[in-house]
């Protein structure tokens, strides 16, 4: 099978998957970008934050259902194509996004954009290590996927910054406008036939991988750690109004914070995971992070804003940062369960695995919210992080 289809001058240039990069970035920044934009998005519908945060719930669901499905559905097209067709779908999706007279429109909007994630990123990845020369593979990966983390970092508070300084609907635009510069992108520097020999996985070769115990013990553990996750995320700026005061400026700063501790911690827990082991970062991670989570639920029931301020920033750092150091460690260990072949599998489980989790936490965190008692959010996503290192600590098989 050929590793790159593109002229020899140019297989071994990083600049095609920095242009794969800018539609993960994109992806990353509208992911991300919503919860602190709750708040400010259910005052302009008149709805209340829980209703608004079906935003979330759906866009996560829909995009665990979707992806190994549009994935199989497009096996036949070329990755250039089945790429170009997810951003400009992804693009559209924002600009419906941006223009939404209503609810029900911005819904339909995310649900557009839910399905093209779902579509361009595994393929992204694929792609990726197709369109340079084997010495030049990893460098790719890691390019394409850093995309994502620079969503975190940079992503996240500029969306922030741009939606309360100009309104919510112009972070899509800007969202939109970096999806087209990654459409250029596409098709002026990967080649038509980029990635032809890659195979595609039918649902039943999915479906095989999750028969094996030991991939399923590791999903059940990101099932519970993703849902965890999103029971706090998507409502932490309604959590510090209401046990810290804090308006617009406070939240952006406050979840900048949090952006850069958890980029920090996703680049972080690769150099930890090749040290101590995979097993034992995951670990430390999921109990570090229960932790931070039942102290925002103290903070929030038993202190008042002034004694509040310091172990909740502190809180959110630790929280940022070790919810996403359990993520590559996972990743690793999910490589190492079954065979080699069977690798890229049980990466693409993972991640509908952990969407539906979001899904799911997202749903939980809203119903809590709705009967007005915000503490309950961070009881329940530490317990989800201790069930889920219950689960870890029991698992038959600990690569």
């Known amino acids: 099978m050929a590793v790159s289809t593109l002229a020899p001058d140019r297989a071994d240039s990083l600049t095609p998957a920095v242009f794969l990069a800018l539609g993960t970035f994109a992806i990353g920044t509208e992911g991300f970008m919503i919860a602190p934009l709750l708040s400010t998005m259910a005052a302009d519908f008149g709805l209340s934050v829980p209703h608004v945060a ?41 600009l419906l996004a941006a223009w939404s007279p209503s609810f029900g429109v911005l819904m339909a909007a995310r649900v557009m954009m839910a399905v093209a994630s779902g579509l361009y990123v595994p393929n992204a990845n694929a792609l990726a290590g197709a369109i340079v020369s ?79 115990p030991a991939v399923l013990q590791l999903l059940s553990v990101s099932l519970f750690w993703s849902i965890g996750a999103y029971a706090a995320y998507p409502y932490i700026a309604p959590y510090l109004t209401q046990v ?84 590559p460690a996972q990743m690793a260990r999910l490589m190492a369960a079954g065979s080699a072949s069977q690798a890229s599998l049980a990466l693409a489980l993972n991640t509908s695995t952990m969407y539906l989790g979001f899904s799911i936490g997202s749903a939980l965190g809203a119903v809590i919210l709705g009967r007005h008692a915000i503490w309950g959010i961070g009881l329940l996503a530490g317990a989800c992080q201790f069930v889920a290192l219950f689960l870890d600590h029991n698992r038959k098989t600990s690569p």
């Open 54 to 94: 079906l935003l979330v719930v759906v866009f996560t669901l829909t995009m665990a259902i979707t992806s190994p499905i549009a994935t199989t559905l497009t096996a036949s097209w070329s990755r250039r194509r089945t790429l170009l067709c997810a951003m400009t779908v992804f693009t559209a999706g924002n």
């Open 134 to 212: 084997p010495a030049r593979r990893g460098r790719a990966l890691a390019v394409v996927s850093g995309g994502m983390t620079l969503a975190i970092a940079l992503g996240l508070p500029l969306g922030g910054l741009v939606g309360h300084a100009f309104g919510w609907r112009m972070t899509f635009l800007a969202v939109g406008a970096m999806s087209l510069t990654a459409i250029v992108g596409i098709l002026a520097g990967v080649a038509r036939d980029a990635g032809a020999g890659i195979p595609v996985a039918t649902l039943s070769q999915r479906l095989a991988v999750v028969r094996q």
């Open 244 to 327: 810290l005061g804090f308006q617009s400026a406070g939240i952006n700063a406050t979840v900048s914070l949090w952006g850069l501790a958890a980029a920090f911690g996703v680049t972080t827990g690769g150099a930890l995971n090749d040290r101590y082991g995979s097993s034992r970062v995951a670990r430390l991670s999921l109990l570090v992070l229960g932790l931070a989570f039942w102290a925002l639920s103290m903070a929030a029931a038993a202190l008042s804003p002034h004694l509040a301020m310091v172990p909740v920033l502190l809180a959110v750092v630790v929280w940022g940062f070790t919810v996403w150091s359990f993520f």
